[in-house]
């Protein structure tokens, strides 16, 4: 294999080193990539969609279309990791631990046994023990909350700086992670359950392609979001801002819970109960 | 001599992009582990995200985010002097894709490891030829 | 309403998916209506499209009102509006196939099943539609990811098959984002027509030759070419049946669209024929293609395995029969695109309803099938004649068009391989029949049977009326080819090859 490997490699490298021979330099303003297409959407994104940022008017609205079946790509990714990980849960599987909260002893229960505890005393701990830092737990839990708000701000603000709906999503889904990282993976189901973080990711998708086919119906094309005009205030052009962010929404929504759920899916090989 | 020194320094970002390709392409082939493997993928994918992030490229020339404000807004802007937004767009996309295709991999690998309790190709053949 | 064909074609399904995958979790007696509906309506749609560019021309649709270049665009013509309703159909007929097995193998998990399988349709339907390159990989995306998890879904083997298919089909995908990464940087555009436009007076670049290669073997990767077929059959071996009955038929097949639809709009066939006159060349891989899918194919004693190898071999005719660069090979490649997806269709929905209620689908499985299932192997006999090439099935036509192509462009190399295959598939089905027919039953079937012969074992209903459907479709086909060909195909041949 490593010397078929090497062949391989050898072949399609010095293919690719002779194309690059051909190439417009590094950098070059006036190379064909820099000169055809492109320079409308600088010149014109702010008369044409009101979005001074060019990159979210073009994913948002030029090439919006490119944009929906990348959420559902998305989408598709976290329904496929579902489909192949999740297995039903079963009652009683091997040993269980639990912790006192108060003094952090921690108790065994053998397969099957059953307890009478007053659960509010107790919580359940994973099987390979983690061990239980207080630091970590409390500067997360309140840095969470800030790197929520700045998700948001990533998304809201996207028509104006460097965002948009998957940094913004991205940001909102690390923060579940993050806490399912310090904490326990049942304390981020507690915050987001496996319902909730399933159907953010079809409902986000459907808000984008929901948009779309409402301009269908409005009598325009498919994602033409001008249509919106008549439902919006502030006319043509800012109908398609607002198409932007709402659509923009959508993938922000979309991407957080399939972040989450791809993520409860793998750590926890499908079980839910413990993971990381 | 200079000719090729000229090609080599004007073009840097490509050479180190079909670098890392040629990387990802080997480790796919060539390596044992499955992981591995999906790693190698990853590297694969992320050369072409440079490939493409290196072509919106122009000397000189900032974020593409149309300098504005109620003062500016009607000068006419010059696309020589913002970055070529496309390729950026693209890429978005592409990285989604990879994310997405890594996902899916490693639940697939999750799934070929409780089966045969290992991730090493060669011991997984074994087993099935055993069988 | 009709102006919005394009795009309901593939909002439609879209759309439903997200309902089925919301009713998985709230109701999941819904997910199996709402798929039917969503298929349903848009194979209804591709049919309407058909009879639109028909009657009159290529239809374009500019999604959110961009012109091109800078949007993107839809286009279909006279070439991707047969292959549209061709996806449409099969995803549909499978569908309904698709239920009983999917009760019994995985009940609890219909509802993303079902999200993934329309998903899956819509991927391909886009890919068929769109007139812009670097959307044709997105929706390929969708269509490779569905389609590895969809895969992963079987028994034994079958996540190993599908993460070698998840690494090659990576490979394949990336080399074809690559070339038009390419294509790109050459020219500035990623509209199919506009970089036909612009390609011209760069034909003697590196860069385009470079792109050329790069993506053709990106898609050759994907269609399973043959030295690039290692994925394949064990992918296909593996999977579920109501799987391999739906990826089988159309994932090949589509990507030869698209190696089509990339010379023919994209390249041009100036360039492709011309410029780098490589048909020569490709024409003898796909001769080795052909022969090496048949041999194959001989060596196994699994009938899944062995459609997986005919699989094989089919791209080759239609890559070849593509390449030999004439009227007549062209009409016979585009016209197998479609009746090989009917054909593949029936042969693997037959084998799925073996499977269905025997549990495999080995040789020692067979014998004594024509008795205990005698409408399941009529409609397989069917399927084989149209693989073999007999006169009133599709598969004779579409065979006879790339026969004349290879004699009009006098390839004799290709036109023996096509007869070699022939009497290699006569051969293959007819071991198959044998033991079906002749041999009684094993020491396993007959003791409990008793006396008075084997009792009829069918597949339920719900399987048998698809089987029949497509098997009767065969026929149908290979009755109105001449229709097909003259109403449809006929425009689609280039210029360049009258």
């Not at chain 1, 005393?121 to 061990?131: A, G, L, M, R, Y």
């Not at chain 1, 991205?170 to 326990?184: K, M, T």
């Not at chain 3, 309803?353 to 008795?371: A, C, Q, T």
């Not at chain 3, 004649?385 to 026969?403: A, E, Q, R």
């Amino acid at each position: 294999m490593k010397t078929l490997g090497l062949i391989i490699v050898g072949l399609v490298g010095a293919g690719l080193v002779y194309a690059t021979i051909d190439f417009p330099p590094f950098g070059d303003p006036k190379s064909p990539a820099s000169l055809h297409v492109s320079p409308r959407y600088l010149e014109k994104t702010v008369e044409e969609t009101a979005v001074p940022n060019a990159v979210t008017s073009v994913l948002g609205d030029y090439r919006g279309f490119d944009t929906m079946f990348e959420t559902t790509v998305i989408f598709c990714a976290g329904v496929a990791c579902f489909l192949l990980l999740r297995i039903p849960r079963r009652r009683s599987s091997g040993p269980r631990q639990y912790r006192h909260r108060l003094t952090g002893l921690t108790f065994r229960i053998k397969e099957g046994g059953e307890i009478f505890l007053p659960l509010r005393e107790f919580e359940p701990v994973d099987s390979i023990w983690t061990p239980h830092d207080f630091i970590i737990e409390k500067v997360c839990r309140y840095l969470i909350p800030f790197i929520q708000l700045f998700g948001l701000y990533v998304i809201a603000h996207g028509h104006h700086s460097p965002g948009g709906g998957f940094q913004g999503g991205v940001i909102l889904g690390a923060s579940i992670i993050l806490l399912s990282v310090s904490h326990n993976l049942r304390t981020a189901l507690n915050r987001m359950g496996e319902k909730i973080s399933a159907l953010f990711s079809p409902v986000g998708v459907f808000i984008f392609a929901g948009t779309g086919a409402l301009c269908l119906v409005l009598g325009y094309r498919f994602l033409d979001y001008q249509a919106l005009a008549a439902l919006l205030p502030g006319g043509p052009i800012m109908a398609r801002s607002h198409g932007i962010l709402l659509v923009e929404v959508g993938v922000g929504m979309a991407v957080m819970g399939t972040m989450v759920w791809i993520f409860k899916n793998l750590a926890s090989r499908g079980r839910y109960d413990e993971g990381l | 001599m200079e000719a090729v020194l000229n090609l080599i320094i004007e073009k840097y970002n490509y050479w180190i992009y079909i670098t890392l390709m040629m990387i990802g392409l080997y480790a796919m082939i060539a390596k044992n582990n499955l992981v591995k493997k999906i790693v190698g993928m990853n590297i694969f994918q992320t050369a072409v995200i440079l490939f493409y992030v290196s072509t919106g490229v122009k000397k000189g020339a900032t974020i593409p985010i149309i300098e504005h404000g109620h003062d500016v807004a009607h000068q006419a802007v010059r696309a020589a002097d913002y970055i070529n937004p496309l390729p950026h767009v693209l890429m978005l996309t592409a990285i989604v894709v990879s994310v997405a295709t890594l996902g899916v991999a490693l639940a697939i690998a999750i799934k070929v490891y409780h089966r045969y309790q290992t991730l090493e190709e060669d011991e997984i053949l074994e087993q099935i030829r055993e069988l | 309403m009709s102006e919005h064909y394009p795009a309901l074609l593939v909002i439609l399904p879209l759309l439903a998916s997200f309902f089925i995958s919301a009713a998985g979790w709230l109701r999941p007696v819904c997910c199996f209506p709402l798929a039917l509906a969503a298929l349903g309506s848009s194979l209804l749609v591709s049919l309407g499209l058909l009879g639109d560019v028909i009657s009159g021309g290529p239809v374009s649709y500019w999604m959110g009102g961009w012109p091109p270049p800078w949007g993107i665009y839809y286009r279909v013509d006279y070439l991707n509006a047969l292959v549209l309703a061709v996806v449409c159909a099969v995803g549909f007929v499978n569908l309904i196939a698709a239920r009983p097995s999917v009760e019994k193998d995985f009940p609890e998990k219909a509802g993303p099943f079902y999200t993934l399988y329309v998903l899956f349709v819509t991927g391909l339907l886009g890919m068929v539609a769109t007139g812009d390159a670097f959307n044709l990989y997105v929706l390929l995306e969708i269509a490779a990811i569905t389609g590895y998890a969809l895969i992963a879904l079987g028994k034994g083997r079958a996540a190993l098959s599908s993460l070698h298919y998840v690494f090659l089909g990576t490979i394949g995908a990336c080399f074809y984002l690559l070339g038009v990464g390419y294509l790109y940087i050459i020219t500035g555009s990623l509209n199919m027509e506009d970089i036909a436009r612009l390609l011209p007076p760069l034909y003697e670049s590196k860069v385009v030759t470079v792109a050329f290669a790069i993506l053709m073997v990106g898609v050759w990767l994907k269609m399973g070419f043959f030295p690039l077929h290692a994925w394949l059959p064990n992918a296909y071996t593996y999977a579920p049946s109501p799987v391999s009955s739906l990826v089988a038929p159309l994932m090949t097949k589509v990507m030869v669209y698209v190696m089509i639809r990339m010379v023919l709009t994209v390249f041009t066939v100036d360039f492709a024929f011309l410029v780098l006159r490589l048909n020569e060349v490709v024409v003898w891989l796909a001769v080795i293609a052909i022969v090496m899918g048949s041999l194959l194919a001989l060596a196994e004693k699994d009938v899944k395995r062995m459609l997986t190898f005919i699989v094989v071999a089919e791209v080759g005719y239609m890559v070849g029969g593509f390449w030999l660069g004439n009227q007549a090979g062209f009409t016979g490649a585009v016209l197998h695109i479609l009746n090989d997806a009917l054909m593949t269709l029936c042969l693997f929905l037959a084998v799925g309803n073996i499977v269905h209620v025997n549990g495999d689908s080995r040789w020692e499985s067979l014998p004594g099938l024509f008795r205990t299932m005698p409408w399941t192997m009529g409609a397989l006999v069917v399927g084989a004649l149209s693989i073999i090439g007999v006169p009133p099935t599709c598969g004779f036509f579409s065979k006879w068009y790339l026969l004349l192509g290879a004699i009009q462009g006098g390839h004799y190399g290709f036109l023996v391989a096509l007869l070699f295959s022939s009497l290699v598939s006569v051969v293959l089905f007819f071991r198959i029949f044998e033991i079906g027919f002749f041999e009684p039953f094993g020491a396993s079937h007959g003791s409990a049977h008793g006396e008075g012969g084997p009792a009829i074992q069918e597949a339920p209903l719900g399987m048998l009326v698809p089987l029949w459907m497509t098997a009767l479709g065969l026929i149908l086909v290979g009755l109105y080819t001449g229709e097909i060909v003259g109403r449809v195909i006929r425009h689609a041949v280039p210029g360049m090859m009258l």
